[in-house]
């Protein structure tokens, strides 16, 4: 089988390496004890099919048992390891074939022979994890011995390269999801007389959305909130590149200037990689609660008085990267004492069904008492609501009523 991504090394160092070594392979996959997903169960069905077998899996062997990630036919999700095909099958170079159990020393006293499901005829090929160990493997069984050609080997060394390349993938989204959070600076505190909360949702590992928060020298707080077209690796590298791009500006000028000199830095690079970014930008006064910002296609940031009125902050120009040599408009606004700013992605927007309304009565349902942090994480909570695909990013910032 052709090596790809993280099995440039060796399989025979892989079946050879330490149990240590595997066991901690096999927990970097964060495939065990996960449920099923279609990506993995249409080749295990592909696999049932083509080769008239009773089942096929994707396994993986942990320190004492083994877990089917996929399976279709007669088989358990979790069994006793030292019974298991597929623990013999980890230790071979390459695919390891039983044509009939119960001629086989190996396994002809197995439970899983003996008894249920009955097995006779065994073929599995070892799935490798993010350090080269074996980790598991895919394989098809039958309860009637039977002959294995070399041509449906090699179709069962393609089906497990395609189960492979899914790992593979997997984690390489996983590890740039945690490079993309270490990157996220962390949230600074408040300014004096003033509470902040934020939540950061992507919807896989690694998201489009970025936000910059922090005190400019002249100390006035910023805000900048972004969201690069698209979900997943395309558009998290865009958005890193917005991203960086904004940080190189410096933050002193006013909102319009730093994104005219973002968009003349980055224009030529998204209409490369077709792409463009909605951001929405403010430098707040802490002292007066006064603000300018700048909205790039954004449009959903949101003033919350603290007479629950609900006041939209309107856009001021196209996404950056849609239009080459573009201006931008600054406009202003207040926070008076009790009031906050929200400034979300459309994740937000979303996850409320696409309606302005529905958002609205969410935002105008919030507690008082809630702090930021934990009134943003309620607006932002996803759970229960499983078509929600998009990044959800919102930044609150709320400047604390008047003592009474």
């Known amino acids: 089988m052709t090596s790809t991504g993280y099995q440039s090394e060796s399989r025979l160092r892989g079946a050879e390496a330490p149990e240590w070594a595997r066991l901690e392979d096999v927990s970097r996959t964060r495939l065990l ?34 877990f089917l990630k996929s399976f279709v036919g007669p088989l358990a999700r979790e069994s006793e390891r030292r019974d298991t095909f597929c623990t013999e099958a980890i230790k071979s170079p390459g695919t390891m074939i039983v044509e009939n159990a119960l001629t086989d020393e190996r396994f002809r006293q197995s ?18 994890g993010p350090g080269g160990t074996h980790v598991g493997t ?69 998201s489009g959305d ?20 698209g979900k997943g690796i395309g558009p998290g590298i865009v958005a890193g590149t917005v991203r960086s791009a904004f940080a190189h500006t410096g933050w002193e000028a006013g909102p319009s200037r730093i994104f005219e000199d973002v968009a003349g830095s980055l224009d030529d690079t998204l ?32 003033i919350l008085r603290s007479d629950k009125t609900i006041e939209r902050l309107s856009p001021t120009g196209p996404p950056l990267g849609l239009i080459p040599g573009q201006s931008w408009d600054t406009h202003a606004f207040r ?14 927007l979303d996850l409320h069904g696409g309606d302005l309304g529905r958002l609205a009565a969410a935002l105008d349902s919030r507690e008082a008492q809630d702090h930021p942090d934990a009134a943003v994480k309620k607006l932002c909570d996803r759970r229960g609501k499983h078509g929600v695909l998009d990044d959800i990013t919102a930044v609150l910032l709320q400047r604390e009523p008047e003592s009474a």
């Open 33 to 66: 004890d996960t449920p099923s997903e279609e990506r993995f169960d249409r080749i295990t069905r592909l696999a049932q099919g083509l080769f008239g077998v009773s089942a096929a899996s994707v396994s993986l062997i942990a320190e004492n048992r083994q």
């Open 111 to 128: 439970p899983l022979v003996t008894g249920n499901p009955h097995i006779q005829f065994y073929a599995g090929h070892p799935l490798t």
């Open 138 to 206: 895919f394989c098809i069984i039958d309860q009637a011995p039977r002959a294995f050609s070399a041509e449906q080997q090699k179709i069962l060394e393609d089906l497990t390269e395609i189960i492979q390349r899914e790992m593979n993938l997997s984690w390489d989204i996983d590890n740039g999801a945690r490079v993309q959070r270490a990157l996220l600076s962390p949230t600074p505190p408040a300014p004096a007389g003033y509470t902040l909360g934020t939540c950061f949702y992507p919807a896989s590992g690694l």
């Open 210 to 229: 970025f936000y910059e928060l922090g005190m400019t020298a002249a100390g006035q707080f910023r805000i900048t909130v972004g969201d690069a077209m």
């Open 271 to 302: 209409a490369r990689v077709g792409s463009y970014a909605t951001v929405f930008h403010a430098l707040i006064d802490p002292a007066t609660g006064t603000g300018h910002y700048a909205d790039a296609g954004q449009g959903l940031s949101y």
């Open 335 to 348: 926070l008076a004492p009790g009031d906050a700013i929200l400034v979300p992605t459309d994740g937000l």
